[in-house]
């Protein structure tokens, strides 16, 4: 488990990094060229986090899908 954790956290690191660089890089060959690029994140299509708790999503995947769900639990 120690070992998932430290990868998950180089992971995460490498992938700030990485973001970190390629929007300097980004920003200087704009200024230079005078030209605009797509930035990193959007070619990766990265998205914020959902704050949203599980109740919520699930209430607004239901409500899209036009389902209706009883409340009722029986049990046995």
């Not at 490498?14 to 660089?21: E, I, N, P």
């Amino acid at each position: 488990m120690r070992y998932f954790r430290a990868k998950e956290r180089e992971n995460s690191r490498s992938a700030a990094y990485q973001l970190y660089v390629t929007h300097g890089i980004k920003l200087l060959v704009e200024a230079d060229a005078f030209v605009r690029m797509t930035d990193f994140a959007e070619l990766i299509d990265l998205k914020q986090a959902d704050k949203r708790s599980g109740e919520e999503i699930a209430a607004d995947i239901i409500a899209r899908a036009g389902l209706e769900v009883s409340k009722t639990h029986e049990s046995v």
